[in-house]
């Protein structure tokens, strides 16, 4: 489809995380209040967290006016991107009942991520941390690591998982497996659109649409 649509489509998923993730995190340190005095790991989660939602309040702010990220929606160059979050800003405010969908879906989706992290660690032999301790912590260590520092979060989310869990008395070494193992888990599940990209996309498209637009002209004209 149209570019700047495109991406104001992928700038929104992106921005659900912001909302959810945090309330994901903060919802497992309220239920589990004993996580709360652990050497500092929870302040860090709760300050990434209240960087997170502060950061998103500041997009959503930015985007929603025209004069401040609209202006750059009639540029050519790489400044239409920043007008494509004002038209995905805009988009979600004329439509609320798609956007509680999407913020449903969101929850449902970033849930299963800390579903299988807390699958993935009873499998590298943690048992110390339960459900409300991943629910706290793997939300912040998605959040980490995405930051550009890293190649795929490499390194960063294992030292934020040596962070976060090493208070719970769960060994380094442990974490660290966790954290390996968490990405070779999104690599697998990844892998499975390969084929899309491989033999779909545009070119398969464009062949279906030539085919329906093929008109037979009849019979040539005789001289």
Not at 12 to 26: A, C, H, K
Not at 133 to 146: E, S, T
Not at 192 to 214: I, L, N, S
Request: aromatic content about 6%; proline content about 6%; hydrophobic content about 55%.
């Amino acid at each position: 489809g149209p570019r700047p649509e495109s991406v104001a489509s992928v700038v929104i998923e992106r921005l659900t995380g912001w909302l959810v993730l945090p309330l994901l995190s903060v919802i497992g340190l309220v239920v589990n209040r004993g996580l709360l005095p652990d050497h500092g790991a929870a302040t860090a989660a709760l300050v990434i967290n209240t960087l997170a939602l502060v950061g998103l309040i500041s997009v959503l702010y930015l985007a929603s006016h025209q004069k401040i990220l609209g202006r750059f929606k009639a540029h050519e160059n790489w400044l239409q991107f920043l007008g494509s979050v004002h038209l995905g800003v805009t988009n979600l405010r004329k439509h609320p009942a798609d956007t509680r969908k999407l913020v449903l879906a969101a929850f449902a989706f970033q849930g299963t991520l800390v579903l299988a992290a807390f699958c993935a660690a009873r499998v590298v032999g943690i048992d110390e941390a339960g459900i409300t301790a991943m629910m706290a912590f793997i939300p912040v260590v998605l959040m980490v690591q995405v930051l550009p520092i890293g190649i795929s979060g490499l390194g960063v989310r294992e030292t934020a998982l040596v962070l976060f869990l090493h208070p719970l008395g769960v060994d380094n070494t442990q974490a660290i497996a966790l954290g390996l193992a968490l990405y070779f888990l999104n690599l697998s599940a990844s892998l499975v659109g390969a084929p899309a990209f491989a033999f779909g996309g545009p070119k398969g498209q464009a062949k279906a649409d030539c085919a329906d637009t093929d008109v037979d002209p009849g019979p040539e004209p005789r001289a």
